[in-house]
Nanobody
Framework: QVQLVESGGGLVQTGGSLRLSCAAS????????MGWFRRAPGKEREFVCS????????ACAASVKGRFTISRDNAEQTAYLQMNSLKPEDTAVYSC?????????????????WGPGTQVTVSS
């Protein structure tokens, strides 16, 4: 199976930046796409960004496009989420996920493997 562990969360002020990391282990050869999702207090989990593990095609939600960037390092088996110009509404638990699908997807149900999540808090 695949194991995922996020890191890099924390408390930042509005306008600040954070870089989240997602380290994959186990049957990583089965991963074709990875994604970042977030769940804000009192809200449903939502899609943030995704990346094709093999060719680096990316997609991000409109709410974060232009501020967040997803990338990956195949040699390190790690996906990243660079978050700039953070806003209080970005406060959430951020989780990474992996899927065997050959293309990036925004559907939570398409991801078979999930990390435990890391807290991001943006103060006003």
């Amino acid at each position: 199976q695949v194991q995922l562990v996020e890191s890099g969360g924390g408390l930042v002020q509005t306008g600040g930046s954070l870089r989240l990391s997602c380290a994959a282990s186990g049957r990583t050869f089965s991963i074709n796409s990875m994604g970042w999702f977030r769940r804000a207090p009192g809200k449903e989990r939502e899609f943030v960004c995704s990346i094709d593990w093999r060719i680096s095609d990316t997609a991000c939600a409109a709410s974060v496009k232009g501020r967040f960037t997803i990338s990956r390092d195949n040699a390190e088996q790690t996906a990243y989420l660079q978050m700039n110009s953070l806003k209080p509404e970005d406060t959430a638990v951020y989780s990474c996920a992996a899927t065997g699908m050959a293309r990036t997807t925004t559907r939570q149900g398409d991801y078979a493997f999930w990390g435990p999540g890391t807290q991001v808090t943006v103060s006003s």
